[in-house]
Every structure is written in structure tokens, then in C-alpha cells.
């Protein structure tokens, strides 16, 4: 897909990843971009024209429909919005982390593919693209119910590929290392910039690719997993909570 002309909307857009993609399809000659988040007040973007604020919290259902009406002529549909609780399945006294993140990393970008799915995204030359983690294929038990949401987002990338195949339509799917964003401060460093996630996210999307793993340290994460997947998982489960 190319990003010079297209119209996008960006879930997640107040900061990290997102605010990065928003800056980045600016420069790459994006016509319009919807800017997704939850608070108008707080976000603080610049004044360029092609910017338009929507308030969208991806667990509302009432905010999802109407994002789908504003933003009916988007071309490029780019889940962002992301939840991390940092709870194992046991270290958890409740359900209601892992709810949570299920709501937002699985349940929020499934709730927007069916409400825009009559949008030019969703027709030939149209894409979506979903911001997973590397997490998606390796669990932490310290963040394994975000591990399971972001696996389950990886599956529901997979299929809207196959299903969307017949119409030309791109699906890609993002698969990161841990960034220096909010989320990612209870990862260990060395973090990825969110400018060079974005970079290498738009860098595949117009490439044609349907994943992606952005970024120097997540092609190396990648390389590992492909190598040894059950040794990689097995270096990555040392890091549990206390039960």
C-alpha cells in the first residue's frame, strides 16, 4: 500500500507507537489521519491540517460506531491501542487484568475491523494493519495474560488476512520488541524508539509484506525465535512472578 494520499486512523494515538505513526504518516504524505484517543483534552498534537481528533476508546461500543462514521473514508485502519497488566496466570488474585486486556488488545481491534468493514480499507488497495508485540509467539509469565491477548490479536490478524485476501485488501501485523514507551518502562532496556517501530512498521505495510517485526532488536528476537522457539520460550519463562 502506499501511505502518500491515503487516509488513515490511528487507535492508541496519544503517545509511544502511535503518536510516532501519526508523525510518521505525516511526513510520508498521508492526505487525512483520524486520531484516535481517549481524551481530547489531553492530547496534544500539532496544527497541521490533516489531523482530525476522535474520541475513541476501542472497549466503548458506542465510541467504535461512531469513530466508523467520522472516519467512513479511511483508507488505512492501524490498531494501536495496547493494555499491559503485567500479571502471570496464578499471581493474579482476579480476573479482571486479564479481562481488561483482552477488551483492548483483542476484543477492541476485532470490534473495529467489523465496524469499518465497509470502509475503503476494507476494499482493493485499502489495508489494516495490527500493533501486536513480540509477545504474541513467546509468553513471560510475569505478563502472561497480556502474552495470551496479544496471541489471540496475532490469530485474529491471520484470519482477517485469509478472509480478506479475495478483496486486495493488506493485513499486517507488527510484532515489536519491548519500546520506550509507557508500557514498555517494565520491559528491560535496551527499548526500541517508538520512531523506529513506526518507520519499520509503514517500511513493511508499503512493501506489500503481512508481517513484520520491526526495529534492529526484533528482527534479532525473530531470528531467535525461528532458530529455537522452545529455547527462546525457555529462557523467556524465567522471568515469573511469586506465587
Do not use: C, W
Request: aromatic fraction near 6%; glycine fraction near 10%; avoid cysteine.
Amino acid at each position: 500500500m502506499k501511505i502518500q494520499g491515503s487516509i488513515a486512523l490511528v487507535t492508541g494515538a496519544n503517545g509511544g507507537i502511535g503518536r510516532a505513526l501519526v508523525e510518521e504518516l505525516l511526513a510520508r504524505g498521508a492526505a487525512k489521519i483520524y486520531v484516535g484517543v481517549r481524551n481530547l483534552a489531553a492530547a496534544q498534537f500539532s496544527e497541521d491540517p490533516r489531523l482530525v481528533p476522535v474520541v475513541l476508546d476501542v472497549t466503548k461500543p458506542e465510541e467504535v460506531v461512531q469513530a466508523a462514521r467520522v472516519a467512513a473514508d479511511v483508507t488505512l485502519l492501524i490498531n494501536n491501542a495496547g493494555l499491559a497488566g503485567f500479571k502471570g496466570a496464578l499471581s493474579a488474585t482476579d480476573l479482571s487484568v486479564a479481562r481488561q486486556e483482552m477488551e483492548v488488545n483483542y476484543f477492541g481491534p476485532l470490534a473495529l475491523v467489523q465496524a469499518f468493514r465497509n470502509a475503503p480499507a476494507f476494499k482493493e488497495g485499502g489495508a489494516v494493519v495490527n500493533v501486536l508485540s513480540f509477545l504474541s509467539l513467546v509468553t513471560i509469565p510475569a505478563a502472561g495474560t497480556y502474552s495470551a491477548s496479544k496471541a489471540a490479536a496475532l490469530a485474529l490478524t491471520r484470519t482477517l488476512a485469509a478472509e480478506l485476501t479475495s478483496r486486495g485488501v493488506q493485513v499486517l501485523g507488527a510484532m515489536p520488541v519491548q519500546t520506550e514507551t509507557a508500557l514498555g518502562q517494565a520491559f528491560p532496556e535496551p527499548r526500541l524508539k517508538p520512531s523506529e517501530v513506526a518507520s519499520g512498521i509503514l517500511d513493511a505495510l508499503e512493501a506489500g509484506k503481512s508481517e513484520v517485526f520491526p526495529g534492529g532488536a526484533s528482527e534479532g528476537a525473530a531470528q531467535a525465535f525461528a532458530a529455537d522457539p522452545a529455547g527462546l520460550q525457555a529462557r523467556f519463562a524465567g522471568f515469573v512472578h511469586t506465587i
